[in-house]
């Protein structure tokens, strides 16, 4: 009775779902590749990069930084994550 069950089940999720999927398969022959990790330039705007920051090395007097630094002891705590390796 549990394995009939379970292939009703089965077999209503994929009723269900057998739409959405030749939803996605059916844009996706239709139009080109959707890439959600690009930038998209607006319109009316036409300047990639512009910083008007200065670099650190021209208000940085080589002198004031420290002889030695390390990020797993500054003033006794460690800003380093553990190795997982």
């Not at 008007?52 to 390390?70: A, G, K, Q, R, V």
């Amino acid at each position: 009775m549990l394995f009939r069950s379970a292939q009703v089940a089965v077999a209503l999720t994929a009723a269900l779902l057998a739409p959405v999927f030749a939803h996605d398969v059916a844009n996706d022959a239709n139009s080109s590749p959707t890439r959600h990790d690009e930038y998209k330039i607006m319109e009316g705007h036409q300047v990639r990069e512009k910083y008007h920051s200065p670099l650190p090395f021209t208000y940085i007097d080589e002198d004031d930084l420290p002889d030695n630094f390390n990020w797993g002891n500054v003033n006794g705590r460690s800003y380093l994550t553990h190795s997982l390796n």
